[in-house]
C-alpha cells in the first residue's frame, strides 16, 4: 500500500505545540519531537468507530490495548511480556517523574547521562533529589556513554540509572554490548534502571535492530522500569497512551502507590488509537521510517557541507542533535530563530551550542529548512 508523507497538512488552527509556537511568524517549526505526518489510517478508523458508539464513560481494564502491546513487543522486539507486568500511564514523562519518587529517597542520587531528553533532569529537580550527569561522548561518529569516567564519581547514594535508547538528542540506538556494560555499572552500583524506549520503533540504520534493556537478562528485567508508547512511532502523541513494564512485583507495587491517586487513566480514545496502531500500523511504519531515513540523509549530507555545523547521522529519532559551536554565536537557537527556523535549543538538554531540528516533517518544508540553514550560516558575523 502506498502511504503519502509529502502531503502537507496544514496545523496552523488545531491547536498544535509545535506550529502556535510561531503562528505568526515566518519561522519554520521544526523544535518539539511530533512529525507533520498524518496517523495511519487504522488509527483514524478506530477513533471514529468508536466515536461513533457515543457512550464514553470510564473504561476497564484495556484487554485489546494490553493484547496489542504485548504483541507488538513480541513480533518487534521477540520480547515475551506478560500482560501483568503492564503498567498502563498517561505519557512517559510521568513515568520518568514517578520512577525518581517511587525508587529514590530524598538523600537519594539519580543518574542520568547528558546531553538528554529534558524532563529527565526535570524529574530530579521536581522531586527535588540531585542528579549525576553521565557525558556522553562522541565515539566513531556516535553518541555513547563514557562510564569509565563515571566511576571515579559516584558516591554510593546513587539509586536509579535513567537510560534512554534509542538516545535523545544523539539518536543512538545502543548495541548488546553497550547495553550490557549499562548493566554492569548498574549491579556494581545496585541502581534500579529506568529505560525510557519510546524512539525504538524509529530506528533509521539499516542492519541496526533496537534491544530493550530488559531482556539482556533476568537481573536487567528484574531491576528495570521500561518505558514505551505508539506516540512518537505513529504521531498520536496528543492522545498519550503509554506503558511502563516492570517485570519484578515488588518495584511494580511501589511504582503503582506512587502512581493511584495522581495519575489518572488514560483516555479511552487514546487507548482504542494506540491498540488500532500497534495491531494494524507496522506497514505504515515501515514506509515512515523509510521516509525519515531518506529526510535524514539528505540533511546531514547538507549540514555537514555548511561551514560552522557539524552533525552525525542520527541512528534512530527524526531528531537531529547539530553542533554549532564553531559558528561562532552566542546562541545558536536564538541565532537560527532569527533566520526563520524554530529549532530546539541545546541549552535545555545540557549543551547551549548545539540545536536539535526535529526532520519528521514533509521533504518540501525540510528543503526549505536547509536553504534557510545555509542562508543563516553565510551570514554569521
Ligand atoms: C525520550 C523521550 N521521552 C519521553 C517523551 C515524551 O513522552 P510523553 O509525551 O509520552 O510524556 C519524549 C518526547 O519528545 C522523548 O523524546
Redesign the pocket.
Known sequence: MAFNFDQRIDRRHSDSLKWNKYADQDILPLW???SDFRSPDCVIEAIKRRADHGIFGYGDKPVEFLDSAVAWLASRYQWHVNPEWIVV????????NLAVRAFTASDELTVAPTPI?P??RGAAKLADRAQLNLPLKLQQGRWLLDLAAAQGQMSGKERLLML?NPQ?PGGTVYRREELQAQLEFAQQHDLIVCS?E??SDLVLEPGVQHLPFATLSEDAARRSIT?M?P??TFNI?GL?A?IAIIPDEKLRARFNQFRRGIVPDVDILALTAAAAAWREGEAWLKAQNDYLRSNRDWLVSQVNTMAGLSVVAPEA?Y?AWIDASALGVASPALYFEKHGLGLTAGRDFGNDQFVRLNFGCTRALLDEAVARLRRAVAARP
Open positions: 518539539v519531537a511530533d500511564l498517561p505519557g512517559v514523562v510521568s513515568g520518568l531528553y524532563p529527565f534512554c535523545n525510557d519510546i524512539h518505558l508508547s506516540s512518537k502523541a498519550g503509554s529519532t531528531l
